[in-house]
């Protein structure tokens, strides 16, 4: 299978295409804005690699993270798709940090954070909510610097932890039958941690309109 992965909720990004197990294209860049501007020539590479062949399937970390990145990977990931037939899944960029007993940890500003439970789900709690994590023996991970979990007197277990797109592959791999026919099935949009319109809008900002 011919997989195309695309990390975009970090400064730190990266596309990966996968063929057969193989890894053909691996591209990394860093920006925090103009995502477009690394992306697209990342992309021509990969299909230029691809020569007549085409991406079967499309993974694009969904955060948390940047907004404006995970948004600009989703884009071009549903242009692709529409030329190329290729399926969409987002996965959780945090998934392939995740340890056993351990909590991901990212600062949510506000005085809140953001975290991913052992089961995958994703919440907003405050400050003073943080320690209880440590009570309950978890290990704290974060993919941002420590300090600021430091300076709450909370030492993470690791920090600066980076999701890739070729983490992304993995964690694809590792996933059940049924956990990626959900994935496939589930629209491919970014994780908000808060609601990001007081209203629903009628479509996706990135979706072709017809």
Known sequence: MNILALETSIPQAS????????????????????????????LQKAMNALG????????????????????????????LAQVTGARIAAICSWAQLAEPGAI????????????????????????????????????????????????????????????TADGLVRTWLAMSDEEKNKALATPAEPIYVRPPHITTPHRKPWEIRH
């Not at 996968?18 to 053909?24: A, E, L, P, S």
């Not at 995970?70 to 990931?77: D, K, S």
């Open 15 to 42: 596309l990966v295409l996968v063929c057969n197990g193989d890894v053909v294209v691996s591209e990394h860049w860093e920006t925090e804005r103009n995502h477009d501007s690394y992306l697209f020539p990342a």
């Open 52 to 79: 007549p062949e085409k991406p079967e399937l499309i993974l694009v970390g969904s955060g948390p993270g940047s907004y404006g990145g995970v948004r600009v990977a989703l884009a071009a990931a549903v242009g």
């Open 104 to 163: 991901i940890v990212s600062d949510a500003r506000r005085g809140n954070w953001t975290i991913r439970r052992e089961d995958g789900s994703i919440a907003v709690i405050t400050d003073e909510q943080l320690p209880e994590l440590l009570k309950n023996g978890y290990k704290l991970l974060t993919p941002e610097t420590g300090d600021k979990l430091i300076q709450k007197g909370i030492h993470p277990h690791r920090d600066k932890l980076t999701p």
